[in-house]
């Protein structure tokens, strides 16, 4: 099975059609909904047949957005969890928010709170409300999708425990995963268990049962597999065990983490940067892994549709007769038609292998 499917980005809407995304967009679930339509609106009309819709990068689905859900909290999983720990919240209008750095900084694990703790958060109380009050003001017209999900499927999101701890503590971790790894070890599996509870208390909260947990481990690339193997694997198994099946995304050149990745239990989905090996996946994981792909930045900027269309066959090559599925998210400066030419590309695989 061959597929593809895009998202626009928040630097891509605001440029084109104005919007603004302040602090209200992301706590007020009327002003949230209310932009998001009108950003899928605009997808629908001007990207029509394209398979693209408004999204944040890799988390929400096209084929699960409906336009009666309300996002709530729909904040990147850990900035919410970092607001929790002490951050302030970000927002910047023309892009994604952000939180202020450190907030792990010089902490170990036992100044940490226990994760069950975190419930009692005015954040989490008001997110709470917030879902109450969309279904009871809608007379259940309306559907309010929770933090860490992003639609109707039941996927659950959140970032990996390194690059969560790369975002609380800085860089500063992967020198202690070297000097004293028993210290981001620990707080890594505090990561891992404060998500599983949030995740698990936002899934009932909105009656909406976990179906699989995306792990955004996008510092992946910055070490070598061995620290994938101490410090990821185990945490990230625990996941799997406590909330449901894995799908593992990594940005950057995976190729030599994917015998590392193969070790994590309950690992169903793989979602790759463009220059990791597919034929490597395949041997590894087979055909039947769903794999999701997607182009290099340089390959969607360049002038003309050569570079990605090369890239493209490179992958399907490699990737033999596997479930493969390429991926994208539009920022500003990418090249829409070269983003068209590779849409016909997959769409005519796509035909071919219709019975």
């Known amino acids: 099975m061959i ?10 809407m605001a440029e084109t059609l104005g919007v603004r995304f302040d602090r209200d967009y992301y706590f007020d679930p009327a002003k949230r909904r209310a932009v998001d339509c009108k950003c899928n609106e605009y997808a629908a009309d001007r990207f029509g047949g394209m398979r693209l819709f408004y999204s944040e990068s890799n988390l929400g689905r096209l084929d ?3 336009e009666s859900q309300v996002l ?11 607001i929790l720990l002490g951050a302030d919240f970000v927002a910047q209008g023309d892009k994604d928010a952000d939180i202020t750095p ?14 069950e703790s975190l419930l009692d958060h005015r954040l989490i109380k008001l997110f709470d409300e917030q879902i109450r009050r969309v279904h009871d003001d809608s007379g259940g017209q309306l559907r309010a999708i929770p933090p860490f999900f992003w639609d109707l499927s039941g996927r659950a999101a959140i970032h990996g425990v390194m690059t969560s701890a790369q975002k609380f503590i800085g860089e500063a971790v992967f020198m202690d995963m070297v000097a004293r790894p028993q210290a981001p070890l620990e707080i890594m599996h505090w990561i891992a268990e404060a998500y599983v509870v949030l995740c698990r208390h936002f899934s009932e909260a909105a009656e909406l049962p976990v179906s699989e947990v995306h792990v955004g481990e996008c510092s992946s690339c910055m070490v070598g597999p061995e620290m994938i193997e101490r410090f990821v694997v185990p945490a990230t198994s625990e996941i799997g065990e406590k909330l449901g099946p894995i799908r593992l995304h990594s940005c950057g050149p995976s190729t030599n983490h994917l015998e590392a990745f193969s070790k994590i239990d309950n690992l169903q989905s793989l979602d790759l940067g463009g220059d990791s090996s597919i034929g490597k996946a395949r041997e590894l994981f087979g055909k039947e892994m769903p794999i999701s792909v997607a182009p290099l930045p340089q390959d969607m900027s360049a002038e003309g549709a050569e570079q990605i269309l090369h890239w493209a066959q490179r992958i399907l090559e490699e990737n033999g007769n596997g479930n493969l599925e390429y991926v994208y998210h539009l920022e500003p400066g990418y090249n829409v038609d070269a983003i068209r030419v ?8 796509s035909d071919a292998q219709s019975p």
Do not use: R
């Open 72 to 82: 709530i909290g729909g904040i990147q999983p850990n900035m919410i969890l970092g």
């Open 342 to 349: 590779l849409t016909e590309f997959v769409k005519k695989l």
């Open 3 to 12: 597929g593809i499917s895009g998202t626009l980005s928040k630097a891509w």
């Open 102 to 115: 450190h907030c792990l900084t010089g902490k170990d694990v036992g100044d940490l709170p226990a994760p």
């Open 64 to 66: 699960y957005w409906d």
